[in-house]
């Protein structure tokens, strides 16, 4: 495992930010998973940067997100397509048709679990996955419990996730309880792994992750285990 300390969120993402740029330039054709949350939203304003100064092209990447919001719309402006539209794939010359999510409004959820995991195999495997960092210590949405080996799944949300992302809905009884998420099996196949670690907030649970035993009470711990993963973090560790 690469660690790589920065000194604050600009830093991270303009390292974050350039390491994507350099897998994508380095392959005909790339596949990115890519991650939400308010982690890697200076990231992707840095790629739009690098797009617009043709730096470097997204006409040939697909991307695979990690996890959607069950109930919510790819329109509502809190589901994780909306965001992802907004915050990056309306804004480079990516083909919306090579982005994919989890549709939140699927009739059958476990049905759009298995296709979406024959999608990743189909179009996979993912060559640089993005991830953040729960404050539980959750990857995706596979909170503490989840199985090593979990494949895309319905999932529960803990009370403490829901609390976390309350702050971007008007209130605590509009935030899902229930999402599809990439399983930690799924998101293990990646070739490479870039976890992306921002705020003093997070200290206790990254150094559990870093150096804790690997358990699933400590999702993100089983990332001590994958061939090539960078941690990069502002935090002093
Ligand atoms: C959500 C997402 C995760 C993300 C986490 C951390 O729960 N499902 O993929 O890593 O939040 O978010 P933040 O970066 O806002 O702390």
């Given amino acids: ?39 890697p939203v200076v990231t992707y304003e840095k790629l739009i940067e690098k797009v617009k100064a043709e730096e470097v092209s997204f006409k040939n990447v697909k991307t695979f997100n990690l996890d959607e919001y069950i109930g919510l719309s790819g329109e509502h402006e ?54 953040g960092l729960g404050l539980n210590g959750h990857i995706a949405f596979n909170e503490p419990g989840s199985s090593f080996e979990g494949r895309t799944q319905e999932t529960k949300l803990t009370a403490s996730t829901i609390e976390a992302n309350a702050r971007f809905f008007d209130s605590m009884d509009e935030v899902p309880t229930t999402a599809v998420t990439m399983g930690i099996g799924t998101i293990l196949e990646a070739k490479e792994i870039l976890l992306l670690v921002q705020g003093e907030a997070k200290a206790e649970i990254l150094k559990e992750v870093l150096n804790g035993p690997v358990t699933e009470d400590v999702p993100g711990s089983i990332l001590q285990k994958h061939p090539n993963v960078t941690v990069i973090t502002d935090i002093e560790l």
Avoid: W
Wanted: aromatic share 6%.
């Fill in 1 to 39: 495992m690469e660690i790589i300390k920065t000194k604050n969120n600009d830093e991270l993402s303009a390292k974050a930010a350039e390491i994507i740029a350099d897998k994508v330039k380095s392959m005909d054709k790339p596949v990115l998973g890519l991650a939400t949350g308010s982690t």
């Fill in 78 to 131: 809190n589901s994780y397509r909306y965001f992802m539209n907004d915050i990056l794939f309306n804004h480079i010359d990516i083909d919306l048709k090579n982005t994919y999510i989890p549709n939140g409004l699927a009739e059958d959820a476990a049905e759009e679990c298995a296709a979406y995991e024959a999608l990743i195999k189909a179009e996979g495997p993912i060559d640089l996955q993005i991830l």
